[in-house]
């Protein structure tokens, strides 16, 4: 067996990893069964499906047919970048409010990408903040501040 596919190999080896992870994280939660499920039952097989479609993608990767690629160099400031963004929109989301922060986040986020463009940015940004108020706050009837709290609109 000869590796070819690195991407999909490492892909893998991640989904694995993190769905073992998962799953035996969440058996220190109340399991169920499948008729009356507990807090950690879903998680679990979750983990378990994840672990599974993981190995699947790995043992593709060292098929003889497999298409041969490298992996890319990681490129720390892209994660820099984002991880940026959410902490700022954490940081944002009280005093500022949910459409003001994801606004925010959309538009930090969007210099990561090597195609930045401002138009996709914004659309992005309306598509999320609609998306985000009208699961969270109109559906799930979450309390988020929906305004800046100096405007008193909330």
């Not at 190999?9 to 399991?31: E, P």
């Not at 790995?58 to 497999?66: E, G, Q």
Request: include cysteine; glycine fraction near 8%; hydrophobic fraction near 55%.
């Amino acid at each position: 067996m000869q590796l070819r596919n690195k991407q999909d190999f490492w892909s893998g080896v991640m989904f694995i990893l993190l769905g073992l992870g998962f799953a035996w994280k969440a058996t220190s939660y109340s399991m169920g069964t499948a008729a009356r499920m507990g807090p950690g039952y879903f998680p679990h097989w979750l983990g378990i499906i994840m672990a599974i479609l993981g190995a699947v993608v790995l043992l593709s990767s060292l098929r003889p047919k497999a298409e041969k690629t490298e992996v890319a160099k990681f490129d720390f400031q892209i994660l820099g970048i984002i991880i940026s963004a959410i902490v700022l929109f954490g940081l944002l989301l009280r005093p500022m409010g949910l459409i003001f922060s994801l606004i925010t986040l959309v538009s930090i986020a969007s210099f990561a990408s090597h195609e930045h463009n401002w138009k996709v940015t914004a659309a992005n940004a309306i598509f999320l903040t609609v998306l985000c108020w009208l699961s969270f706050v109109k559906g799930l009837k979450l309390v988020f501040p929906i305004w800046p709290a100096f405007l008193g609109l909330n």
